[in-house]
């Protein structure tokens, strides 16, 4: 592991007073952490440096072709004050295995976590407490060489910026309402869907206004051949609840392979529920919202957490899940789930990591 400079903040900033009102991604703290990559010398330069601006070439190639990748995390604040991460490991493989994917560079995943720790350990006071704030964590890898030539960068650099949040959503834990997209897709198979680049959400961005514009939270995408299939809602994975049983997509290739979901799906089971992973047809999800044999509908992510979903449209057509409020189901594993993040509830899956 290699040793790390510490540069401090010689003016710090006022930390928010109101931790009801940080929303979500506004604030950020008093310093970063940056690493760079050069070709035949590796990962270089690990450093925390005061919080601010980057100088970047405008022929910096990830301003003109995307190689950008990022991870959310979060750091939770115990009721004894002490600190901890969420499957932190869990997040930097899956940002190697997105480097991959995109012709970057394999994350030092050991320096990165150090990095982390201590840019913690630093701005520590950031991190809020008040019930259902976190400090959210924000690695990203960009590349950096100059040149309008389409190839792989030669340079990148690896940043850790943080952010005191609150909830993802305005409605917090109430129920968000989401419409399924059956004009533009996210991403097919063989692309980079499973990915966390910046790309993706860029995609995302007009189907999401034209949801907003129509009064919902979120679009919910289909697979990118037939449409047919349900797939993600871009900050979340979807899960359905039939009664005990809990069904989601199957990672295919162009779903993103969600730390929450997986952490759910593990606690669902843990706790007694029947879980399934699987292709599932949009039009079945509707019919059996209607009807009332799908009961619940959540959205699992490190923003969201776990986001229950009250009203489904379809092709103009508008449906309630359940009676439209959070289902039981949904409110077990949001408290279960965030009883482990804030070290309310023992961590039987090893998945804390104490600062
Ligand atoms: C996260 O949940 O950490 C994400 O990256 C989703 C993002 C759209 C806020």
């Not at 990748?69 to 004894?80: A, S």
């Not at 198979?189 to 959400?201: D, I, L, Q, W």
């Not at 997986?262 to 029947?274: F, I, N, P, R």
């Not at 619940?296 to 309630?320: D, H, N, Q, Y």
Request: proline content about 5%; hydrophobic content about 35%.
């Amino acid at each position: 592991m290699q040793e790390i400079s510490v540069t401090r903040n010689p003016s710090p900033k006022q930390k928010p007073k109101d931790e009801s009102a940080l929303g979500f991604g506004r604030l950020f703290t008093d310093h970063m952490f940056l690493m760079n990559f050069e070709e035949g010398k590796g990962w270089i330069n690990p450093r925390i440096v005061p919080y601010g601006p980057f100088d970047m070439d405008p022929a910096s190639m990830v301003l003109h072709y995307g190689q950008a990748i990022f991870e959310g995390m979060k750091c939770y604040r115990r009721e004894d004050g002490g600190l901890q991460l969420f499957r932190p490991t869990d997040n930097l493989a899956r940002m190697t295995r997105s480097a991959q994917r995109m012709g970057m560079p394999a994350l030092d995943e050991e320096t990165a976590l150090e990095g982390l720790k201590q840019l913690i350990r630093l701005d520590a006071d950031w991190v809020p407490h008040r019930d259902g704030t976190s400090l959210y964590i924000r690695p990203t890898m960009i590349s950096t060489d100059v040149g309008l030539g389409v190839h792989a960068s030669k340079t990148y650099l690896f940043y850790i910026i943080l952010s005191p949040v609150g909830a993802y959503y305005k409605e917090g834990l109430k129920p968000v309402s989401i419409y399924v997209e059956d004009e533009y897709v996210r991403a097919v198979r063989g692309g980079v869907g499973f990915t966390k680049c910046a790309g993706n959400y860029a995609a995302s961005i007009l189907a999401g206004s034209i949801a907003e514009e129509k009064g919902f939270s979120q679009v919910l995408w289909l697979d990118g051949v037939e449409q047919k299939y349900v797939e993600e809602v871009g900050s979340m994975n979807m899960m359905f609840a039939y009664g005990n049983k809990i069904v989601t997509p199957k990672l295919n290739g162009s779903i993103l392979p969600g730390i929450t979901r997986d952490s759910v799906l593990k606690l669902a089971a843990s706790l007694g529920y029947e879980t399934e992973e699987g292709r599932l047809d949009v039009e079945q999800i509707f019919a059996d919202t209607k009807s009332g044999k799908l009961t619940e509908a959540f959205g699992t992510g490190t923003a969201a957490v776990i986001s229950p979903v009250g009203t489904l449209a379809l092709r103009g057509e508008k449906t309630t899940v359940g009676d439209g409020s959070i289902g039981k189901i949904s409110q077990k594993l949001y408290d279960t789930l965030t009883g482990i993040q804030y070290g309310r509830l023992p961590d039987e899956f090893g998945w804390i990591v104490k600062l």
